[in-house]
């Protein structure tokens, strides 16, 4: 990678170790994400990946390395504080609130925002037609595949530059998983850079433009996504050749 590429990154991770308190879990890891492009990190059940998006996010401190946004020195910023920095992170599980309408929950995304809610919320909208007609539904009465783009849009009511998405595919049936990386290339197309950690490896790296596979908390290996695709090691041990 040259150097230009390198600076341009809106998120870079450098050499980051992080755990739960006893030993770590990830250790150094290295990732940079580009404005308008998804990187895939890929990898079994166990390997780090979640608690590598915890680490950016600082839901979880970093023991050694950095976290940088948009160039700017981020590690260990608080979650709320990653917000205003312009970091989205969706996490797998209790990402929407079931018991309000789909647009309580955009309006809980866009707090902070001082003016624009509604536009905001027009825009998304216009981003996730799915949602539109869902406005006044409760969270909790959409399909798997609804909810998980009512959390990616809750994440981008700040206007968010990068944004971290955790197994978002996790559940849905392969009908819905495409409609959902469908939405995720076109936020990606508006310009922010999108981080997805997911266990289908073949489709998120089909999706992606570059993958990192994470093994036992470190970097195991990493290049352009279709690369990755016809890896023989990424094949016999993630993919599974297609028979
Ligand atoms: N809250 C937690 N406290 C302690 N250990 C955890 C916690 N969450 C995950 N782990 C451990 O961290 C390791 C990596 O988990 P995780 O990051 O969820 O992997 P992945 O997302 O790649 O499946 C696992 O061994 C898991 O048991
Ligand atoms: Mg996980």
Same mark, same amino acid.
């Given at each position: 990678?040259?150097t230009?590429?390198? $600076?341009?990154? +809106?998120?870079?991770v450098? $050499?980051v170790?992080?755990?739960? &308190?006893?030993?770590?879990?990830i250790?150094?890891v290295?990732?940079?994400?580009?404005?308008?492009?998804?990187t895939?990190i890929?990898?079994?059940?166990?390997?780090?990946?979640? =608690?590598?998006? #915890?680490?950016i996010?600082?839901?979880i401190k =970093?023991s050694?390395g950095?976290?940088?946004?948009?160039g700017k020195?981020?590690?260990n910023f608080?979650?709320?504080?990653m917000?205003?920095? #312009?970091?989205?992170y969706?996490?797998q599980?209790?990402?929407?609130?079931?018991?309000l309408?789909v647009?309580?929950?955009l309006?809980?995304?866009?707090?902070?925002?001082?003016h624009? +809610?509604s536009?905001r919320?027009?825009?998304?909208?216009a981003l996730?037609?799915?949602?539109?007609?869902s406005l006044?539904r409760?969270?909790?009465?959409?399909s &798997?595949?609804q909810?998980s783009?009512?959390?990616?849009?809750r994440?981008?009511m700040l206007d968010p530059?990068v944004?971290?998405?955790?197994e978002?595919s996790a559940?849905l049936?392969?009908?819905?998983? =495409?409609?959902?990386?469908e939405?995720i290339e076109?936020?990606?197309?508006?310009g922010? &850079?999108v981080c997805?950690?997911?266990q289908?490896?073949?489709r998120?790296l089909r999706h992606?433009?570059w993958?990192? +596979?994470?093994?036992?908390g #470190?970097n195991?290996?990493?290049g352009p996504a =279709?690369?990755l695709?016809?890896?023989d090691?990424v094949?016999?041990l993630y993919?599974g050749?297609?028979?």
């Amino acid at each position: 990678m040259t150097t230009s590429e390198t $600076s341009n990154a +809106v998120l870079r991770v450098e $050499s980051v170790t992080a755990g739960y &308190g006893g030993a770590p879990i990830i250790e150094n890891v290295t990732i940079d994400v580009y404005p308008g492009k998804i990187t895939a990190i890929v990898g079994p059940n166990g390997a780090g990946k979640s =608690t590598l998006l #915890k680490a950016i996010s600082g839901v979880i401190k =970093t023991s050694s390395g950095r976290v940088l946004v948009a160039g700017k020195d981020c590690t260990n910023f608080a979650p709320e504080k990653m917000v205003r920095h #312009k970091l989205a992170y969706v996490p797998q599980v209790a990402n929407t609130f079931p018991d309000l309408t789909v647009r309580e929950n955009l309006e809980m995304g866009g707090y902070t925002r001082k003016h624009g +809610v509604s536009e905001r919320i027009d825009e998304l909208c216009a981003l996730f037609p799915d949602l539109q007609a869902s406005l006044r539904r409760r969270a909790g009465a959409l399909s &798997g595949g609804q909810r998980s783009m009512l959390a990616m849009a809750r994440g981008l009511m700040l206007d968010p530059e990068v944004m971290l998405l955790d197994e978002p595919s996790a559940g849905l049936s392969p009908i819905f998983q =495409t409609a959902l990386w469908e939405q995720i290339e076109k936020v990606a197309s508006t310009g922010v &850079g999108v981080c997805v950690v997911e266990q289908n490896t073949r489709r998120s790296l089909r999706h992606a433009h570059w993958g990192y +596979v994470l093994v036992l908390g #470190k970097n195991r290996l990493d290049g352009p996504a =279709t690369q990755l695709l016809h890896d023989d090691e990424v094949i016999d041990l993630y993919v599974g050749r297609m028979s």
